[in-house]
């Protein structure tokens, strides 16, 4: 059983920055892809950002690119999203995930395991 644990979630205020964590619990991390995800009441969980098992390779949804930077620690299990000037219409609660494929993975179906998520509130 793999567990994901997210943190650094808050309120900021437009413009502001924040950096969100994701932590997991088995060592095998450093051989999968992960991937973040975010999703509003009533609407489906939507791709964020993801990277490949050696973190070489990264991607982004065209709302987010320029300003997020997803990362990761393999010697920790971590893996980070840096988030800069930060939107109202990036509030939504950020979920990590583990991916499936080697690939790029933007859907929700391409990840096994996902963490309880962390709310983030951009305010105007």
């Known amino acids: 059983q793999v567990q994901l644990v997210e943190s650094g979630g808050g309120l900021v205020q437009a413009g502001g920055s924040l950096r969100l964590s994701c932590a997991a619990s088995?060592?095998?991390?450093?051989?999968?892809?992960m991937g973040w995800f975010r999703q509003v009441p009533g609407k489906e969980r939507e791709f964020v950002a993801g990277?490949?098992?050696?973190?070489?390779?990264?991607y982004y949804a065209d709302s987010v690119k320029g300003r997020f930077t997803i990362s990761r620690d393999n010697a920790n299990n971590t893996v980070y999203l840096q988030m800069h000037s930060l939107k109202p219409e990036d509030t939504a609660v950020y979920f990590c995930?583990?991916?499936?494929?080697?690939?790029?993975?933007?859907?929700?179906?391409?990840?096994?395991?996902w963490g309880q998520g962390t709310q983030v509130t951009v305010s105007s």
């Open positions: 995930g583990r991916s499936m494929r080697t690939g790029q993975a933007m859907r929700v179906e391409d990840y096994d395991y």
């Open positions: 088995r060592r095998t991390f450093s051989m999968y892809a």
């Open positions: 990277d490949t098992w050696s973190g070489r390779y990264t």
